[in-house]
């Protein structure tokens, strides 16, 4: 039996995001139906393979003990019952020698037969066993029919504490699409910047201010673009200029301007800057990082400079004169 999703009268098409560690991706929902202000979104087949993607990424950078994973496992409706290993990786506390089979794993087990009907009860999931790697490595997926999926979300906190309620199926919704993290994951509209600085939920196709509309605003600023800009600005009064700091932690601003390695004086007594083109720089820096889908987009070719006040510093170099 399908999952129950909110009236088709009541859903609307929009992106979503967990600030700038998940998303943005499209997906459908309900805006009233909310956990704690959060929304509760259901997302396509393709579009949760991404999601899952990103989950597995988040926990190899920051450890499966404080991150959720999802996993998408594939087969066919005609195929034998299968058993399929989930293991949980490294954790925060896991010792360098630790070997691969002493860490927390799921064993999946699903009869496919049964998916088309109700992947949730055609699906059960327990602790890994050295017998149920046995049974993954032996029985394979087989037959020809119709593709199914089953749509894992693995608590991985809890299930290092135990648990054997922490991990379950999501369930197909009668339109086909997947909720992941509804009423559990803080879910909220993804934005769009107008060029006049508005800012609009992602639905939202026209800006409130100036009634221009999202498809029709200029492309957001790359990397390169944004930083032959900076220089272009902060060279009007100090040609030398070859690099800037960046803080992008809250509010973008520049933090510190060079001349090689040496530090060029930004103070508007002193240097040879004055307030109008370092906001103006300012400006470009902040509406750059608000239009991007994600931040890294932005500053994936710009230099990561260690700071013990942030973890937001990079240094964006200008091209040469």
Known sequence: MSATMPRASKMIRTRVCIDDMLGPFDCQLNPGNRWNGWLSPYFTLETTRMLSAQTLRMADEYGYDCVDTIHVIDGRADSQDTVHIIRGGTCRYNSEDEREDERVAIAVRIRWRNVGRDAVAATTITHATPGDGKAARRRKVTGRGARRSVVVHARWQWLIEGSD???DVAPLSRDGLYGVGGWEWTWHFSS???VCGECMDWH???CDNCDLHRDSQPPALTGPVVAEKVGTILRTLAPEATSALVDFDGSARLIAVFAGDTEIDTADDTGPFDTETLGE???LLR???DRASRLHDLISDWEHVPDERTTQLYRV????L
Do not use: G, I, N, S
């Not at 170099?317 to 040469?320: K, V």
């Open 317 to 320: 170099t200008f091209p040469a």
């Open 204 to 206: 939202e196709l026209r």
């Open 192 to 194: 769009w910047w107008c």
């Open 287 to 289: 509406q750059a990082a």
């Open 281 to 283: 720089a300012d400006t």
């Open 165 to 167: 309620t922490a991990a």
